[in-house]
């Protein structure tokens, strides 16, 4: 029997996510370019995929697009719905997943995943920038600092400083206050990390927090992030290196569906 090779794409509104699965079960090939929905993002992460796996967009059987974006993907077969296929994603780097926290650059959303990895709840913050991966990108502009670097040195954090507007323009005067007050940094760092938590784990607590709870989208790469997460859920929170890619995993194995019925 011959290969059944898949692509899913996930056109984020920061970021674009492109995955190339085999037979439903092995990622070949996977790429990510920091551009999203209205630029050339998507575009160049499936060029991406395709010139690192030598495939040409005749070789796959099925394709999806997802993400916010997904709808104005020309590549794609068919597009489904973030949701769903974070959820699917998130079960395949995590099966015993029952809970998948996904923030992304714009919005925040929690998952309750049944049998098969198929959605069963969920609830989604997607009017606000509070709790999302935007809130992070200008807190660490103002801190002079990569949103990488946010996780490490909130850890230092000995006593986070109280960040309690729920507002990001609001408690982005907070964070200027505190420098001008001279908090150490690593402490304004650990309250917006908290800041995040508080606003995601009452997202949580609405739809019900099944173990094991994993993180999916962008942020799950912020450590600081996952352990306030950790405090405010009282639960262990998982996260993989593939978390960003959940979405197009997800994607491309509802296209391996697509074409199996499997
Ligand atoms: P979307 O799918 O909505 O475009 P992503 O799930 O790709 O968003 O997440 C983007 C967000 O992830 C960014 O806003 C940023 O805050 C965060 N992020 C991305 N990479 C890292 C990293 N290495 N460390 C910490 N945070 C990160």
């Given at each position: ?16 996510k492109?995955?190339?699965?085999k037979?439903?079960n092995?990622?070949?090939?996977k790429?990510l ?5 209205g630029?050339t993002?998507?575009e ?6 395709l010139?690192?796996?030598g495939?040409s967009l ?5 394709i999806i ?19 769903s ?6 079960r395949?780097?995590f099966?015993d ?11 925040a959303k929690?998952?309750?995943i ?6 069963e ?8 920038a509070?709790?999302?991966?935007r ?9 002079e ?6 996780g ?6 000995e ?10 323009v ?10 001008a007050?001279?908090?150490?940094r ?5 309250g917006?990390?908290?800041s ?5 784990s009452?997202?949580a607590k ?15 790469q912020?450590?600081?992030v996952?352990?306030?997460l ?6 262990e929170?998982?996260a ?7 979405g ?14 499997n």
């Amino acid at each position: 029997m011959n290969d059944i090779i898949t692509m899913g794409i996930d056109v984020g509104s920061t970021t674009a996510k492109c995955v190339i699965m085999k037979n439903g079960n092995e990622i070949l090939e996977k790429s990510l370019i920091p551009y999203g929905i209205g630029t050339t993002g998507p575009e160049r992460a499936v060029q991406q995929v395709l010139d690192r796996s030598g495939f040409s967009l005749d070789d796959f059987s099925y394709i999806i697009a997802t993400g916010y974006g997904r709808r104005i993907c020309e590549t794609a077969d068919s597009e489904m719905s973030e949701l769903s296929c974070h959820a699917k994603g998130a079960r395949f780097l995590f099966p015993d997943a029952g809970t998948a926290i996904d923030i992304g650059g714009q919005d925040a959303k929690v998952m309750r995943i049944g049998s098969g990895g198929m959605l069963e709840d969920f609830v989604m913050n997607d009017k606000c920038a509070a709790g999302t991966g935007r809130f992070l990108d200008v807190m660490a502009r103002i801190l002079e600092l990569n949103v990488e670097d946010l996780g490490k040195t909130g850890a230092l954090s000995e006593n986070p400083a109280e960040i309690s507007s729920t507002c990001t323009v609001f408690a982005e005067s907070e964070v200027i206050s505190q420098l001008a007050q001279g908090t150490p940094r690593p402490d304004i760092i650990g309250g917006i990390n908290r800041s995040v938590a508080v606003r995601v784990s009452g997202l949580a607590k609405r739809v019900g927090v099944v173990p094991q709870v994993v993180m999916s989208g962008g942020v799950a790469q912020n450590d600081g992030v996952r352990h306030a997460l950790e405090k405010e859920l009282g639960v262990e929170i998982y996260a993989s290196p593939l978390s960003q890619y959940a979405g197009a995993i997800g994607a491309a194995l509802f296209a391996f569906s697509k074409k199996t019925g499997n």
